[in-house]
């Protein structure tokens, strides 16, 4: 979430975006039924509603209640939005941050990433191999550096948090200023990752919900 004048006070819990001085400014990246990003901010939003990962319905409904109340913008969350203000609350990756900083400094704002307390969900990306491609060594070799220290370091420095951060953080390779775009140690370890089983049946009660809910409502 991050902090522009048109939002003196940043929200820091999802029970915060129901607010009054939130009218209109609340975005989320995108349709969850689509988007990764989008789909997060449900699940979370579902967790912090008591719901869980196999039963996502509370985050609808809560966003059915931030739209009904007049808080859910229209506008999909892009590096333009952002820089031009149109997306002053912005529920998105975290990681998406860092790569705008410069550009939103130089535009005059002053902005802040809170990570809620309330909803703590954690996306992950799979990398493969496609098997039986003509340059598999290259492939091969894109793996060994993004799990080697030195890329897993240059996801952290970007904001991501690498497969192996527990091990960087054993071997002492993990200093302050890389720890600075990530959550709290406290909520790294409350982060709960869904199986791929329990993402196909939440995208289901999404696919069946969402629209009559909170798109179309």
Known sequence: ???????????????????PEYEGVVSINGDPRESGAAFAAVMAAS?????????????IEFFAEVKAVGN?????????????????????????VPGLR???????????????????YGGFYGQGVVKDSPHQACSKLWLEH???DEGALGYLEGGAMP????????????DEAAMANLPSADLIAQIEFLTPTQIAAAAEVLGENWGPMVADA
Request: net charge negative.
């Open 1 to 19: 979430m991050h902090r522009c004048p048109l939002v003196p006070n940043p929200p820091q819990t999802f029970a915060d975006l129901l607010k």
């Open 47 to 59: 967790f912090a509603n008591g719901g869980s990962a196999d039963d996502i319905m509370p985050g």
């Open 163 to 174: 497969a192996r951060f527990e091990a960087l953080v054993e071997a002492d390779l993990v």
């Open 102 to 120: 410069a550009e939103l400094e130089e535009a005059g704002f002053e902005y802040v990433t809170h990570f809620p307390s309330d909803g703590v």
């Open 146 to 148: 993004i799990l080697s």
């Open 72 to 96: 859910l913008g229209s506008s999909d969350i892009t590096p333009a939005s952002v820089l031009s203000g149109e997306t002053p609350i912005a529920l998105d990756w975290s990681y998406n």
